[in-house]
């Protein structure tokens, strides 16, 4: 069942070749934002297309009512950080991205533009101040919801238990 909608940008919003479906009447789960991200990106032309163009300095804000969380953190050099992209259209099956020459699945691509619009992002841990995590690496826009964060890599064998941390960074 395709064919071309006006959810989020319109059909105006379609560039040539790009195919929108029409989203389903109602949604399966549901999610607590846990926080907001701050980036120096406003517009979504000036940010970057994946993290490995950036070094910006960026702070995950979390609700104070997580920030007992963060505890142990700080044992982590990176972050895996998920967040919804809450300023995507979420219809299209087809895009036509500028830097291919042609259409591409919105599976194939890391394009914002989604059915269920959450980001992800490997960045690195800088520091924590009191419900904040400073971090480096992030390609969202500013004010982004937060989903959840992880640490990148964890071990869980019980030498690192016993150390309290993670035995591939020692």
Same mark, same amino acid.
């Given at each position: 069942?395709? +064919? =071309?909608?006006?959810?989020?940008?319109?059909?105006?919003?379609? =560039?040539?070749?790009?195919?929108?479906?029409?989203?389903?009447?109602q949604f399966d789960a549901s999610i607590f934002y846990i926080g907001r991200i701050r980036t120096p990106?406003?517009?979504?032309?000036?940010?970057?297309? $994946? *993290? &490995?163009?950036?070094?910006?300095?960026?702070?995950?804000?979390?609700?104070?009512?997580?920030?007992?969380?963060? @505890?142990?953190l700080e044992s982590v050099s990176h972050i895996v950080v998920l967040y919804w992209m809450d300023r995507? +259209?979420?219809?299209? /099956?087809?895009?036509?991205?500028?830097?291919?020459?042609?259409?591409?699945?919105?599976?194939?691509? +890391? &394009?914002? /533009?989604?059915? $269920? *619009? #959450?980001?992800? &992002? #490997? /960045?690195?841990?800088?520091? #924590?101040?009191? @419900? &904040? /995590?400073?971090v480096r690496g992030l390609d969202c826009l500013d004010e982004t919801p937060l989903i959840d964060l992880?640490?990148?890599?964890?071990?869980?064998?019980?030498?690192?238990?016993? +150390?309290?941390?993670?035995?591939?960074?020692?």
């Amino acid at each position: 069942m395709k +064919r =071309r909608t006006k959810a989020r940008g319109g059909a105006a919003g379609l =560039r040539e070749g790009e195919i929108a479906i029409a989203l389903p009447e109602q949604f399966d789960a549901s999610i607590f934002y846990i926080g907001r991200i701050r980036t120096p990106w406003k517009r979504r032309q000036d940010c970057p297309k $994946n *993290p &490995s163009e950036t070094d910006a300095a960026c702070t995950i804000v979390l609700d104070p009512h997580w920030k007992q969380g963060l @505890s142990g953190l700080e044992s982590v050099s990176h972050i895996v950080v998920l967040y919804w992209m809450d300023r995507a +259209r979420r219809d299209l /099956v087809l895009q036509m991205p500028h830097h291919y020459a042609e259409g591409r699945g919105t599976f194939a691509l +890391r &394009s914002p /533009v989604r059915p $269920n *619009p #959450i980001g992800t &992002s #490997i /960045v690195k841990f800088v520091g #924590i101040e009191g @419900s &904040s /995590v400073l971090v480096r690496g992030l390609d969202c826009l500013d004010e982004t919801p937060l989903i959840d964060l992880k640490p990148d890599r964890c071990d869980f064998s019980p030498l690192a238990a016993q +150390r309290g941390g993670d035995a591939e960074a020692e």
